[in-house]
C-alpha cells in the first residue's frame, strides 16, 4: 500500500470517481479548449441573479477540470486574447481558508499511512499475545488491503452520489469503528475484522481524499497542494513507527497503537462538518452559484473577478460532459491498448517489487536477520520508514528534472541491488534452509531455528527442539536469542538493516512514485478516470497477493529465496520500462497522447519518444514541437 497508497490528482484533470496519483510530478497539460464567450456569460449572469443564495453556499473549491485550461501555457494565451483585463490562473493564489481545509482534509491521508504502517510495529507482540502461524499473520497484515480494495471499489461510486464530503466523512468513521475493534480484540477474528474494516477506510480516502483536495486547489498550485496529502501518508507512517517503538515494552502496547489511530480520525469528524463541498460535485449537482462560491472563496477573490470564475465553472461543465461519453469498453480502442498495459503493468511492478514486506514486515524482517529482540527491531524499523518519507520528498523535486524513465531505470537497478545484498547478508546469518518437518531436523543452526513458530533453541543441548503446545491448544512464544548473538548484533544483521534501507531509498526515489504519475499522463481526459482506475485497482490487487505470501514464501524458498525472486520480479520490471515504457517529462498530455495515436495508425510511435528530452528528435520532438504551434493557434484545431 503504500504504502503505501501518495497524489497529484487533480493537476491531471481526472474526471468524476477516478482514483488520482500519489505524487506530484507535473509535466502535462491537456488543453481543453477555450470556452465560448456565450457560454461564460450564461454562467456569469446566473450567479449574478443568485447572488444572494451564493453567499449561503458551504462549499470550497476549485474543479478537477479546470487545470488544463488555466495552466502557464493556455494562461499566457488567454490573456493574450482577452482584452478587457480579465485575471488568469497565474493571478490567484490560495486562500488561508484553503490551507486550513486541505489541512483538514489530509488528515484522512495521515491516517491511511499511520494504519498501513502500524503492524509493522504490532505484528510481533500481536503474534505473542494470540499465538499467530504464518497464516494468520499475513491474513492479519493482508486483511487491510482486502479492506482498502472494497473502499477503493465503492469510493468512486459513492463519491458521485453523495459527494466527496460525506464519503471522507465516512471514512472517518470506519477509522474509528475499525480501532475500537483491534483496540478491545479477544480473539483473532475479531482483530481480523477491525483490520478489515479499518481498510475500507482506508480504500475509501485513498481515492476520495485526493480527489476532493486536487477539486478544492487552483489549478496553478494544485500538484504542491495534492503533496501535501502525500507526505501526510509518509509521515503517518513514520509516526506509526515511533508509536509503535514507544509502546513496543509496554502492557498491551500494541492496543495502544491500534487506539491512537482513532484521534485523528475524531479530529477530522469534527472539523469536516465545517468544510464545504467539491465545486466540481456542486457543478454536477446545479448549484452553479454555490460553486462559483467556493471557488470564490478558496482563491480569496472578490465579486469583481466573476468573469475568471464563470470561466473556472464553464470548464467544470465541459469536463463532466466528456466524462459520461465514454465506457470501459472504449479502453481497448487501439491507440489506448499500449498506455493501458503500461499504467496497469506499472502499477503491479511497484507492488510484486516487494516493498510493502519492508513496510508491513519490517520488525518481522529485522527479528530474522537477527536483532535481538522485537524493540530493537523495531526501533530500526523506524529508519526504514524515515527513508521512505525522505525519498519521497527528493522525488517530488526531481522527478520533472531528471525524467520519469531515466530516474524508473536508475534506481530500479539500486532496488535489485540491494535485494540481492540482502539476500546475501541472510545466507549468512541463517543459511538457505528451507521450513523443515521437524524441529530437531534445524540441528544446531539457531538462526534458522528460531524463525520457525514451532521451534526453540536448547542451548545446553545445542540443538532445535518443539516446543509442543499450552495448556489452551496454543503453541508457546520462544523469546530467547541465539547464543552467538548474547554478545550484540553481529555484522552479518547490519549487512540485512542497510540493504533493506538501500532498498527502500531506491524505492522512495522512483517505483513509489513515477507508476502513479505515469499513469495520470497516458490517457485523454475523456477516459482517464476509468483508466486510472483500472491501474489503481492492480495495485491493490498486487499488494494483496504481497501481503498474503512472504511469510509463507520465506519458508517454502527461505527469506534469502524470497527477496531474490523479488530482485527477478524486478529485472523483467526494468526491461519492461527499457522497451515499452516512453519518457513523458517535458511533454504536454496532448502530445504525449498524439503519440499514441500516430503508433495505433501504423507510423512511428512512443518508441521514439525516449530520446526527445536529449536530442529533441523523432517523433517525440515534432509532436511537442506541433502541440505547441497549436496551443500559440499555429496549427490548426485544439485537440483534446
Known sequence: ?????????????????????????????????????????????????????SNNSTAVGSSTG???????????NNNSNDNNGAMSEEDSSPSKFLYLLITCLAIGGFLFGYDTGVIAGALLPIKEEFGLSSQQQEFVVGGTTLGAIIGGLLAGALSDLVGRKPVTLLSSVIFVVGAALMTFAHAYWLLLLGRVVVG??????????????????????RGRLVTMNVLLITGGQLVAYLVSSALTDVNDGWRWMMAISALPAILQLVTLPFLPESPRFLVKKGDIPGAMAVLRRCMGLSDANDDYIAKEVDSIRESLELSHKTRYRDLLRKDLRRPLII?????????????????YYSATILKMAGFPNAKSATLFSLLIAGTNMVMTMVAIKIIDRVGRRKILLVTMVGMIAGLIVLGVAFIKIVGFTVKQDECVQYGDNCAACLTDDRCYFADAMNTCQDMGWDGNGKRPIYTGVCPNRSQGIKAGSWVALASLVFYVASYGLGLGNAPWLIQSELFPLDIRGKATGMATACNFAGNLVISLTFLT????ITATGTFWLYAGILVIAWLFVYFLVPETAGLNLEDIQELFRTEAAGESGPTYIMGSRDGDEGVGAGASEDGRRRRRGQGGAEEL
Open 1 to 53: 500500500m503504500a504504502s503505501n497508497g501518495v497524489q497529484e490528482a487533480s493537476r491531471y484533470n481526472i474526471p468524476d470517481g477516478a482514483p488520482p496519483p500519489p505524487h506530484n510530478g507535473g509535466g502535462g497539460i491537456t488543453s481543453a479548449g477555450h470556452s465560448s464567450s456565450n457560454s461564460v456569460s450564461s454562467i456569469h449572469k446566473s450567479s449574478s441573479n443568485n447572488n444572494g443564495n
Open 553 to 556: 514464501l520465506t519458508q517454502r
Open 66 to 76: 479546470v487545470n488544463d485550461r488555466f495552466t502557464k501555457d493556455l494562461g499566457n
Open 200 to 221: 475500507v477506510g482506508v480504500g475509501l480516502a485513498a481515492l476520495v481524499v485526493p480527489l476532493y483536495i486536487g477539486e478544492l486547489a487552483p489549478s496553478a498550485y
Open 343 to 359: 499504467a496497469c503493468f506499472m502499477q503491479l511492478w511497484q507492488q510484486l517489487s516487494g516493498f510493502n514486506t519492508a513496510m
